[in-house]
């Protein structure tokens, strides 16, 4: 046991930190939202170009691909000390995360030529097409066809909750290219340029009131073969390994601890009977159980970070980490909510807003994070049947 | 940065598991419940043999001269096992105080025979007026006299008090002023054999660990018997008396995850054979998201006793905290676990035949023992400055 950075990682997390504080843009007085207008896109574009330049984009990545080949380590320091700075999110972080690593693994050296450097620089930024009306939790039920006409791929039908498809310049997709084949073997995962005729984006206006996600509407839509990745038909395999990637988790830890600080705040400030909340026994009680909950995910993220380290096959801690992180995300937000009492429901533009309009905007948003990503039910189905080893139903 | 296991302490979970398995299935566990005492010798020896008893006591003294996080492991697989005994209270509590606060002939008369298995200590510190771990309503007190101190009170729940040969007492030496929880109150080391003890069994759900009322009445003791550190001068013990509660908790919770696991994993196997309406039970959906969320409170409740467990010797200041963060969650989870086991177990699973009562029991009295989760709570939100 031993939670000492080695020399190497405390010089990168020193340099980062420096950096961060000289380049990390003041935050904007209108808080926390999802809307992106020109601008906004443009300032995240910047952003994105700076850090890239620092060298702190695809970090993980191979140097062939522009990378430094950092290690698990380094790329969780970069994680946690952007989140602490309040750095703006990445625009190309789609890209970055899922596409990228997709390419890399399946992609043809064409496609990785033509693609892979435009994704660090977010000079073009991409959205991903899973989701459909009729496809959910069951994705792999998915019904947009793409039909082989000589030298391209003739794709109609629907995805939906695409988060950035407004302002995507391409969109990894997944289509369906044989519908006689078993549900999982007739799927392809193809890449769309957004600006092909046939594509028609609309704007789901969420309940925040921002519209961060689209429907996206395709009418043979014609993608030539060459953007094919990976086997024909076996788009759903090319599709898991990028699912199964490493996924940062201390990041989000982070986050909800930053999250939970604001609360403490928040409890400080306001009163009942004249005294602040964090002097009520029962206030005491509540705040006392989130910070415990805080603090397990915290340490139990770095306890899945060793086991990642010391080479251990990963099982089902993602899925408990993205279960017990989104749920606790909500409960913070909800008593953030009780304690703001009659303030609660004030939104924004209201005078008598509380930090900006935070916690009624979070407790939306994040019930919005425990369904995307796969449902805190699908993450228990996925806990009982992978790691517990229960029968499925049927 | 490394935040996990070493392979000397997984090797020591993987050996005591086996251990336990072989020489603690619940069979014993059964019939040691059911009988008086509810601690086997026999059992105890086996203990004394692997070296376990003496785990946290120096090299030096003839123990293991090991930290928490290994103890922590070790009550990890006991709490597994619901294994009956003072492992806890003599081992743990009671080690960290004469370690923290002995002089150097206590320690020698103590110590080593605590680790060879030849005397088991406790500690009486909790009273009846109000049971709870408040160091400032603590009453009983030791009166000076000459060449010494007179006790005079009454505690309750001292683990094994029946069976201990070393009682440390907790007695109020001076006032409270305030500034440690235990600003006052001296532990004192009364031998069990001494004149005015008197010693009566608690009756309690749990019959895997006994616990005892201890009269004392007018009972003389030199003035040696207070641990007041090596050659200090100091009045009271509580800073030895705060590092051994701190202790406790965090054995209690490692203890608590342990049973919470094992309870799960029993509930598991269990669903995965029985069969209604033609197929497991465990097939079922409700069934399993039921299992799923007793999991998902399980491992993150494990990290909180690997910090504290650590903290507790890499970390001192920030052990307190950690303790009762650590307490609060994995008693917590132990009673949601064992409740949600049973109930897996369907109508067998009430039955006294089937195991899942002990769990159930056990972990409602660790819940219960030194501090419940609504007092760590606050003990949480006053470190923290809240």
Redesign the interface.
Known sequence: MDLELSQQEARFQGELRAWLRAHVPARGRSGPREDLDAARVERLKAWQRKLHGAGYVGIGWPREYGGRAAGLMEQTILGEELARARAPGLIGMMGIQMVGPTLMRWGSEQQKQRFLPRILTAQEVWCQGYSEPGSGSDLASLQTRALRDGDEFVVSGQKIWTSNAQIADWMFCLVRTNPAAPKHHGISYLLIDMKTPGITVRPLVQMTGDAGFNEVFFDEVRVPAENLVGPLDEGWKVANTTLAHERNMLGSTTQTQLLFDGLLRLARRARRGGRPLAEDPPARQRLAELKIRVEALRWNAYRNLTSALRGRPSGIEASITKLATTELNHELAATALDLLGLLAPLYRGSRHLEDGGLWPYQFMFSLGMIIGGGTSQIQRNIIAQRGLGLPRAG | ??????EEQERLRDSARELLARECPMERVRKIAGEAPGHDAELWRTFAEAGWLGILVPEAEGGAGLGL?DAAVLLHELGRAVAPGPFLASSVTSVVALREGASRAQRAAWLPRIAAGDAIATLALFEGAEPRLEGALLRDRAARRAGGFLLEGAKLFVDYGQLADLVLGAFRTARPRGAADFDGVGLFAVPSGVRGLKKEALISLDETRRSAELRFRGVALPREALLAGQGARAADSSRALQRALDATAIGLAAESLGGAERALERA?EY??VREQFG??V????A???M???A??RI??????V??AA?AFD?RPKEASLAAS?AK??CCDVYRFVARTAVELHGGIGFTFENDMHFYLKRALANAAAFGDS?WH??R??EL?K?
Do not use: I, N, T
């Open positions: 940065m490394d935040f996990g296991l070493s996080l598991v669903v995965k197929r497991p465990g097939s079922f959906q069934v399993q998201h299992a799923a969320e999991a998902s491992e993150p409740a494990r990290a909180l690997w910090y650590w890499a963060m609060a969650a609504d709570r606050e949480v939100a923290s809240f």
